[in-house]
């Protein structure tokens, strides 16, 4: 009887159960521990780009609104440049510091002399070496955004794989030992479906991270332009001189030459004949015409 009584109290018993992620964590071996250590390391690398590139943005943002009021506040292009102030960390400012020194050497020539005004052609050189800048600047704040597509594109799948490989050696295994009960199998597909969780916990924060930074780069590039822009305006309107249009002066044709003509298609030469031999011809033609008054009449001339 106290055999009994001790079996039901036993049953009676509720049996402690352990949490999940401790019980799957004890399940994992093999391919599957290796793809969930991987998959950390992912997590690790995304939420680090995006914590360094959110304080990235935020700082550019913030110096950007700050020069960008400093610089509508000068009268002229080169006041800040000339003042050497130094903003490390502003896109706009790193724009505004090439342009400036390339217009800088535009005014200079070889002498040393500075000019007040630049040619059309310095003037489009500056707008190219700008328009560098801006492109230079708008890479470096994309860097590290790769991290960020590997993971949302890679972690689901490295998850997939670990999921179908170890439901492959779980049934396999089973398959082997001829024992297909719940017991046996469950704790391996529990394991199996970890690595596909562990894909998408990496994935999902880095796909809201990778738009949310994707956005806001976008905004900065185009602000980044318009003050390129902007810029490339107020140092023509400044420095480029203008030259009225009645001072220009008028287009002129070619004179076209005028070849000789070569003596085999020139006209033969007229051959000129004595004076005397040509008045004894008038002579003998004024005889041979016909008298039109009558005698009469000369006569009375």
Same mark, same amino acid.
């Given at each position: 009887?106290?055999?009994?009584?001790?079996?039901?109290?036993?049953? #009676?018993?509720? &049996?402690? @159960?352990?949490? @999940?992620?401790?019980?799957?964590?004890?399940?994992?071996?093999? +391919?599957?521990?290796?793809?969930?250590?991987?998959?950390?390391?992912?997590?690790?690398?995304?939420?680090?780009?995006?914590?360094?590139?959110?304080?990235?943005?935020?700082?550019?943002?913030?110096?950007?609104?700050?020069?960008?009021?400093?610089?509508?506040?000068?009268?002229?292009?080169?006041?800040?440049?000339?003042?050497?102030? !130094?903003?490390?960390?502003?896109?706009?400012?790193?724009?505004?510091?090439?342009?400036?020194?390339?217009?800088?050497?535009?005014?200079?020539?070889?002498?040393?002399?500075?000019?007040?005004?630049?040619?059309?052609?310095?003037?489009?050189?500056?707008?190219?070496?700008?328009?560098?800048?801006?492109?230079?600047?708008?890479?470096?704040?994309?860097?590290? /955004?790769?991290?960020?597509? /590997?993971?949302? !594109?890679?972690?689901?799948?490295?998850?997939?794989?670990?999921?179908?490989?170890?439901?492959?050696?779980?049934?396999?295994?089973?398959?082997?030992?001829?024992?297909?009960? %719940?017991? @046996?199998?469950? $704790?391996?597909?529990?394991?199996?479906?970890?690595?596909?969780?562990?894909?998408?916990?990496?994935?999902?924060? !880095?796909?809201?991270?990778?738009?949310?930074?994707?956005?806001?780069?976008? &905004?900065?590039?185009?602000?980044?332009?318009?003050?390129?822009?902007?810029?490339?305006?107020?140092?023509?309107?400044?420095?480029?001189?203008?030259?009225?249009?009645?001072?220009?002066?008028?287009?002129?044709?070619?004179?076209? =030459?005028?070849? $000789?003509?070569?003596?085999?298609?020139?006209?033969?030469?007229?051959? #000129?004949?004595?004076?005397?031999?040509?008045?004894?011809?008038?002579?003998?033609?004024?005889?041979?015409?016909?008298? %039109?008054? +009558? +005698?009469? #009449?000369?006569? =009375?001339?």
């Amino acid at each position: 009887m106290e055999n009994m009584a001790i079996l039901a109290a036993a049953a #009676s018993t509720p &049996v402690e @159960t352990q949490p @999940t992620y401790l019980f799957v964590w004890e399940q994992l071996e093999g +391919p599957g521990l290796a793809i969930i250590v991987i998959l950390v390391l992912f997590s690790t690398c995304a939420w680090g780009v995006m914590a360094f590139k959110a304080l990235q943005l935020r700082r550019a943002r913030k110096y950007n609104r700050y020069f960008d009021q400093e610089f509508r506040t000068q009268s002229r292009v080169l006041a800040m440049y000339e003042r050497r102030i !130094s903003a490390e960390g502003c896109p706009l400012f790193n724009v505004y510091q090439e342009g400036c020194v390339a217009l800088e050497e535009r005014l200079r020539d070889k002498e040393g002399n500075r000019h007040r005004y630049v040619t059309l052609k310095s003037v489009e050189h500056i707008k190219g070496l700008i328009e560098s800048t801006v492109a230079r600047e708008a890479v470096a704040l994309e860097s590290g /955004i790769i991290l960020l597509a /590997i993971a949302v !594109s890679g972690a689901p799948f490295m998850g997939l794989l670990g999921t179908v490989w170890g439901v492959m050696e779980v049934f396999s295994a089973a398959a082997q030992e001829g024992n297909a009960s %719940l017991t @046996t199998v469950a $704790p391996g597909v529990a394991a199996a479906l970890a690595t596909t969780v562990a894909g998408l916990l990496v994935a999902i924060p !880095s796909m809201f991270g990778y738009n949310w930074l994707v956005h806001n780069l976008r &905004v900065a590039t185009v602000e980044m332009d318009n003050f390129a822009q902007e810029f490339s305006a107020k140092i023509e309107a400044e420095y480029l001189q203008e030259v009225p249009v009645n001072s220009r002066e008028p287009h002129v044709a070619p004179k076209e =030459k005028i070849e $000789p003509v070569p003596k085999s298609l020139a006209e033969p030469e007229l051959k #000129s004949e004595p004076a005397e031999e040509t008045r004894v011809e008038l002579g003998e033609m004024q005889n041979d015409q016909p008298d %039109l008054l +009558p +005698p009469d #009449s000369e006569a =009375k001339v």
